[in-house]
């Protein structure tokens, strides 16, 4: 630590302190040539970054790399400054270095390559200079595997598949050639081919982790569910992380019916501390499914977090009230909105459902008077209380509850399509409802609920055949039994009797209790 190290050490700190990022530049680099201090020449280089001074950045790179040869980011920085200045610049030499450093820290460092080439060059030109690396390498199967990825980004399957070809053939013994070929085959669509390649490959490669995922993967896809299991069960010896392994294990064990197993492997996804939101979710089905709903409940309430989280709650209550606990499962849901007031809409209408089934109209309709009191702007609530009040024909209330929701929000669609169904369907305002489900139609046009509203208003203007085309739109769409009592009662008005109990015993068939269809079929006394 000399007198002029130290001087440029504080002088260039106190200069970066105050802004002056030239100076501290100058300051950085001069402490880094006295030193030969890498960590200077790093500063010095992020300082002319942050100034866009590419050419101070390339002096300051390049003699980082000259103190610290096996810094991996500086190689790629120094590269990516140099090709940025010039594209023909010559740096072949620091990414076979980078080949070296990546291969030390045990990843592919022609990958790594092509993550800094590939921001500044344009993609052929990348790909050349990929070339020229790769050829440097005749030996290393990384640098092929490297330009077949390359190719499957770019979407040259047939180039893609030439290059995995040759990798397997020049390579036969490294297992991921087998890999990227499979995945150039399913980029393709030719799942048969990918699926023959690996039964292939982990006959051969019989504890490669990648390829027995693969293969397992791919059977599932193609619903060969034991099969699968089978490969999964391998996979879980030889995987060091075994969760993921134990997760599909689970699940396809109880897509077997083998719920014992299922419930095994799950406890020993709760026992690694992995995906335990998941586990315990199933874990819950599988003991509901037996009957234990006190087990259930308490494999529900563990389900925290995740894409099962509401379904966990809402079987907690179901439970709860199959128990005839329905004073409890009221109990769990209000301390629930205490205990998560973010989520206080979510299980105020989990409460509602609950006293649908349980309790009485009145009863509903003052919670949800509660509950808006609470949050009067909460559209979730707002539309939920206005489709209730319109299965007790109170279209004032769901009136004033939609509109506020459109208020709220011009382009809630269904908002705008239950409004403009249920006055088509309980009053004589037709022209408001074609309004109305003409706005959601043109937010949503594929919407097969839309679509059926749309058919129904017209019925109800007189206009037969455009109400037809709409339903039969709907019906091609959802061939649900709204839909179809909808469908079948407009053909039976215009004399198509026929196409009409058609169209009503293909949902009897599936559904013979259909209330929708049965409702239509004895007002027209059929």
């Given at each position: 630590m000399t007198e002029d190290i130290i001087f440029n050490l504080l002088a260039g700190e106190v200069a970066a302190q105050r802004g002056a990022l030239s100076e501290a530049y100058t300051h950085q680099l001069q402490v880094a040539q006295l030193a030969g201090d890498a960590k200077s020449a790093e500063r010095a280089t992020r300082l002319a970054l942050h100034m866009d001074r590419d050419d101070l950045a390339v002096k300051a790179a390049t003699l980082w790399v000259e103190l610290a040869p096996d810094d991996l980011t500086a190689r790629q920085l120094v590269v990516v400054l140099m090709l940025r200045h010039d594209v023909n610049a010559s740096v072949l030499e620091h990414l076979k270095a980078i080949v070296h450093i990546s291969e030390d820290k045990d990843e592919n460092g022609f990958l790594n390559v092509m993550a800094a080439i590939n921001r500044e060059l344009k993609r052929e030109t990348a790909l050349d200079l990929m070339r020229k690396l790769v050829?440097?390498?005749?030996?290393?199967?990384?640098?092929?595997y490297a330009l077949a990825i390359a190719a499957m980004v770019d979407k040259d399957y047939a180039e893609a598949e030439k290059l995995a070809n040759t990798l397997v053939a020049t390579h036969p013994d490294w297992p991921k050639g087998y890999l990227v070929l499979s995945r150039v085959y399913l980029?393709?669509?030719?799942?048969?081919?990918?699926?023959?390649?690996?039964?292939?490959?982990?006959?051969?490669?019989?504890?490669?982790?990648?390829?027995?995922?693969?293969?397992?993967r791919i059977l599932v896809d193609a619903k060969e569910l034991q099969l699968a299991y089978d490969q999964f069960l391998k996979l879980e010896k030889v995987e060091k992380d075994a969760a993921?392994?134990?997760y599909w294990l689970g699940l396809i064990?109880?897509?077997?019916?083998?719920?014992?197993a299922a419930k095994g492997h799950f406890m020993h996804l709760i026992e690694l501390d992995k995906?335990?939101?998941?586990?315990?979710?199933y874990l819950g089905r599988i003991a509901e499914s037996k009957g234990e709903s006190k087990q259930a409940i308490r494999w529900y309430q563990r389900v925290e977090n995740g894409e099962?989280?509401?379904?966990a709650q809402a079987r907690i209550v179901r439970l709860m009230a199959s128990d005839g606990e329905i004073r409890e499962a009221l109990d769990w849901l209000q301390r629930k909105r205490i205990q998560y007031p973010d989520q206080a809409a979510r299980f105020y209408l989990m409460e509602v459902e609950l006293l649908r089934e349980h309790g009485t109209p009145e009863q509903v309709m003052g919670l949800f008077d509660t509950a808006i009191s609470a949050m009067p702007n909460n559209n979730d609530l707002l539309y939920a209380r206005g489709l209730y009040a319109a299965t007790q024909k109170r279209v004032d209330i769901l009136e004033r509850d939609l509109l506020q929701v459109i208020a709220n929000d011009p382009k809630h669609a269904d908002a705008l399509n239950a409004l403009g169904y249920t006055l088509a369907d309980q009053t004589n305002r037709h022209q408001e409802a074609?309004?109305?489900?003409?706005?959601?139609?043109?937010?949503?046009?594929d919407s097969a609920a839309i679509l059926d509203s749309m058919g129904w208003?017209?019925?109800?203007?007189?206009?037969?055949?455009?109400?037809?085309?709409?339903?039969r739109q709907a019906f091609e769409k959802l061939p649900d039994p709204e839909i179809a009592a909808h469908l079948g009662e407009v053909l039976w008005v215009t004399g198509e009797q026929q196409q009409a109990r058609k169209v009503w015993q293909g949902i009897l068939d599936k559904s013979p209790q259909s209330e929708y269809v049965l409702e239509v079929m004895r007002r027209l006394k059929i």
């Open positions: 050829g440097a390498f005749p030996d290393d199967p990384r640098g092929g980029a393709q669509g030719n799942k048969p081919r990918a699926r023959a390649l690996l039964a292939e490959a982990v006959g051969r490669f019989v504890d490669d982790p990648l390829l027995l995922s693969a293969y397992a993921a392994a134990s064990a109880l897509e077997l019916k083998k719920d014992e995906r335990t939101d998941v586990a315990a979710y099962f989280s509401d379904e074609l309004d109305y489900i003409q706005r959601a139609l043109a937010l949503k046009p208003v017209m019925f109800r203007l007189g206009r037969y055949q455009e109400a037809i085309g709409y339903l």
